[in-house]
């Protein structure tokens, strides 16, 4: 079964410090990962996407990693901002059809 | 471009009720997708279609659940009669294969069944 699962489910953390998500799926044959930022009351906006042959990939303070052989993600967060208080969620591409399986995503925040 | 627009922004009806959710994705984007969002459940995807035509609904919970899309500027997701378990933030998203099929969300329709 195609499962993304994500950890911690919910992590407070001081502006200014670092946080790191993780992802951990399932999904075979792999085809993409991608990681969404979701703000209250809105809808998720992508972060990264990566391929197979991609380890890491960055978009301004957020840094993504994939290990296709572990099957395994993290979403690094540099120099927190209260901004970045949201939620967190991991996307994989593949499987039977190259259908999106969702993780439940992992709830950031960020405090003075 | 003002994004993927969806509404009503917020919907309270009774049980039994018909709700429709309107979307109009980005213009040029050829893929429009409808998911569901709950605490407990997180985004499922719930229909997509490409170039107007339902990809795959596999994701409809049952068949009170429709969705049509028309022509390219425009799709409803409609619900008859409604349930107090269809409570939930129902989100539409489109894409273009041109972006690595990168979807944008609109901003969402939370729904409240009584």
């Known amino acids: 079964k195609n499962q993304v699962e994500q950890s911690p489910q919910s992590l407070i953390i001081l502006e200014g410090k670092n946080c790191t998500l993780q992802c951990n799926y399932t999904v075979s044959p792999f085809s993409n990962l991608r990681w969404y930022k979701q703000d209250t009351g809105r809808g998720p906006v992508s972060l990264t996407i990566m391929t197979f042959s991609e380890n890491t990939k960055s978009n301004g303070r957020y840094t993504a990693t994939l290990d296709a052989d572990t099957k395994q993600s993290s979403l690094h967060i540099t120099a927190s901002q209260l901004s970045d208080s949201a939620s967190y969620i991991c996307?994989?591409?593949?499987?039977?059809?190259?259908?999106?399986?969702f993780g439940t995503g992992t709830q950031l925040k960020v405090e003075l | 471009d003002a994004g993927v627009i969806q509404s009503p922004r917020h919907e309270v009806t009774e049980m039994g009720q018909e709700v429709t959710l309107r979307c109009k994705p980005i213009?040029?984007?050829?893929?429009l997708f409808w998911y569901r969002q709950t605490m407990m459940r997180g985004l499922e995807l719930l229909i997509y279609?490409?170039?107007?035509?339902?990809?795959?609904d596999s994701g409809m919970p049952e068949d009170r659940f429709s969705a049509k899309m028309p022509n390219a500027s425009f799709s409803t997701l409609k619900i008859q009669p409604s349930e107090p378990r269809d409570s939930a933030v129902y989100f539409c998203a489109s894409s273009y294969a041109g972006q690595k099929n990168i979807q944008y969300f609109g901003a969402g329709t939370r729904l409240s069944v009584l």
């Open positions: 279609f490409n170039n107007n035509v339902p990809i795959d």
């Open positions: 213009s040029g984007h050829n893929s």
């Open positions: 996307v994989v591409r593949g499987g039977g059809g190259n259908k999106l399986t």
